[in-house]
């Protein structure tokens, strides 16, 4: 399941290997969002089905009859392979989303995906196919066991979306941000959250909690960035350190609580992932990996630049009209 399959180089690859395994016997399906198709052309559910793939399309847009779902985007990355392995986290599917040397600095895209194993595939399959009954009208099943072995680290998934699951990420985050005691780190490519959440940022770092927001410095989607920038005060004013990383554009997603909790997967900051998008993410409770992860987002601060509070105060009139405009329309950025 992904939101983008780009039908280039790379996704070509994918189609392939995806081919091959369904002329081998084995049971593949692929879901795509009917909206992020749309950045491909040819079109990767046509070459699918072209290769014998069962391939649906999720809430694809219409004129007639008019479907009135085009805000409610299927975000998931999701890749699960017999059971055994399993990846999760923010890439899409494509080459303009892996990070290249050389060419465009531009059209580089850096970003964090997981591997995973173990029960928690069992999770991430069964809302696969909850999206997958929902697109094909086929009866989900429920998916096989996973053997546990007993090792590992405790983690489980977490999924939100416009229908029973309605605003619990954002629950979620507010609820782990109001229990932190020492260090939050936040990274991620669009930041726009509800007031709640702003409020529970503002109060961590008013009782002592030190709290790191990294964001990308240069944006793939401008009037974000600038609407970003808009509201930016409100977190530094009460102490929030607002970092930029430099180029490429960052699309990883983390956060992290008292080097103890961690939060991966698809979702992003802002009004269409907290709100409208079915959005899936995996809770990762261990010190190691948390600490691990705080490492990667201590080297991406290192490698960029603070955020202060005098160079938003000093934008100029042109800038703070511009940003203010892209502000109003954050409900659907």
């Not at 990294?214 to 409100?234: D, G, I, S, T, Y």
């Not at 987002?297 to 290192?302: E, M, V």
Request: one cysteine or more.
């Amino acid at each position: 399941s992904t939101y983008i399959f780009d039908t280039d180089e790379t996704g070509q690859r994918f189609i392939d290997a995806l081919a091959e395994a369904r002329e081998r016997g084995v049971d593949v399906r692929v879901l795509v969002d009917g909206f992020g198709e749309y950045y491909s052309w040819p079109r990767p559910v046509r070459r699918l089905r072209r290769r014998g793939v069962p391939a649906e399309r999720f809430l694809p847009p219409r004129l007639l009859p008019p479907r009135m779902s085009l805000n409610l985007r299927n975000h998931h990355k999701i890749l699960v392979v017999d059971g055994r392995e399993g990846f999760t986290g923010g890439m899409n599917l494509g080459g303009r989303h892996l990070r290249r040397a050389g060419g465009d600095e531009r059209d580089r895209v850096s970003d964090l995906h997981f591997r995973l194993h173990g029960p928690i595939l069992r999770q991430l399959e069964a809302e696969f196919l909850r999206a997958w009954e929902l697109a094909s009208g086929e009866p989900a099943e429920e998916p096989p066991e996973v053997p546990d072995s007993g090792e590992g680290i405790w983690c489980r998934t977490l999924t939100d979306g416009p229908d029973e699951d309605l605003d619990r990420i954002t629950m979620l985050l507010s609820a782990t941000i109001a229990q932190a005691r020492e260090r939050i780190d936040i990274m991620t490519p669009y930041f726009l959250p509800p007031r709640e959440i702003i409020g529970a940022l503002q109060a961590a770092s008013l009782r002592g909690v030190e709290v790191h927001l990294v964001l990308p410095e240069k944006n793939n989607l401008p009037f974000v960035h600038w609407a970003m920038r808009n509201m930016l005060w409100e977190v530094l004013y009460q102490g929030v350190r607002v970092h930029y990383q430099p180029a490429p554009f960052a699309h990883g997603k983390l956060f992290v609580v008292d080097g103890r909790y961690t939060l991966i997967g698809s979702s992003n900051w802002d009004a269409r992932s907290l709100r409208l998008n079915f959005e899936l993410q995996v809770e990762v409770f261990d010190a190691d990996f948390a600490e691990r992860m705080s490492a990667f987002i201590a080297d991406r601060i290192s490698a960029g630049r603070p955020v202060t509070l005098d160079e938003v105060d000093n934008r100029g009139l042109p800038e703070r009209i511009r940003d203010s405009l892209c502000w109003l329309a954050t409900p659907y950025l």
